[in-house]
């Protein structure tokens, strides 16, 4: 079942997300990973991955319509916006590198809110892990669709990765520039 219609998902992705809002703030925060800095990397900051509250921040990037314009009519795109637009930039992957592991992610056994899943060839942004709830760009356009249909099950087994915070972001480019021009030029 693909919902496409704006008002319809805008207002579903926004109940999903203080559902699970509401879901982990009960649960531990202290769940974030870290990772062990190389022994020649002393001034620079330990990488951990995502907490939930900052997955909610991607779903509320998600939720920007000049993001989904700006991002143009492909999911990798589209999914390197809204992580840039909430704060969390990484240089841009076409969905077969992220598939198959790139820098700025850590691929995660469990997927929490904000978290990208990826098959190869398309990649979206898990909204609600419990009920296989993902964003991404559809057919027909941005939408939402569960993971564990037929048709997304019969791509192979997804696999899901969690934005490190304080890594490397060589390459990045910046696409809250370009809607921060967008915005001043309307």
């Not at 995502?50 to 999911?75: E, F, M, N, W």
């Not at 964003?135 to 939408?143: A, D, I, N, R, Y």
Request: aromatic share 10%; hydrophobic share 35%; glycine share 8%.
């Amino acid at each position: 079942m693909r919902i496409l219609a704006k008002p319809v998902m805008s207002a579903l992705l926004c109940g999903l997300s203080l559902c699970v809002w509401a879901q982990e703030r009960s649960s531990d925060r202290t769940a974030s990973a870290l990772r062990p800095e190389a022994s020649g990397n002393h001034g620079r900051k330990a990488e951990r991955t995502i907490i939930a509250d900052d997955g909610l921040s991607v779903i509320a990037a998600a939720l920007d319509p000049k993001v989904r314009r700006y991002a143009g009519r492909d999911c990798s795109h589209l999914v390197h916006a809204v992580y840039d637009r909430a704060g969390f930039p990484y240089a841009y992957a076409s969905s077969d590198d992220l598939y198959a592991g790139v820098e700025s992610f850590q691929r995660v056994a469990q997927p929490q809110t904000g978290d990208l899943i990826v098959w190869r060839g398309h990649v979206g942004i898990v909204v609600r892990p419990s009920r296989h709830v993902f964003f991404s760009f559809m057919s027909k356009g941005p939408g939402i669709d569960d993971y564990e249909s037929p048709y997304w099950r019969s791509r192979g087994r997804p696999r899901f990765y969690r934005y490190l915070q304080n890594a490397d972001c060589t390459g990045c480019t910046s696409v809250s520039a370009s809607l921060r021009k967008n915005r001043d030029d309307n």
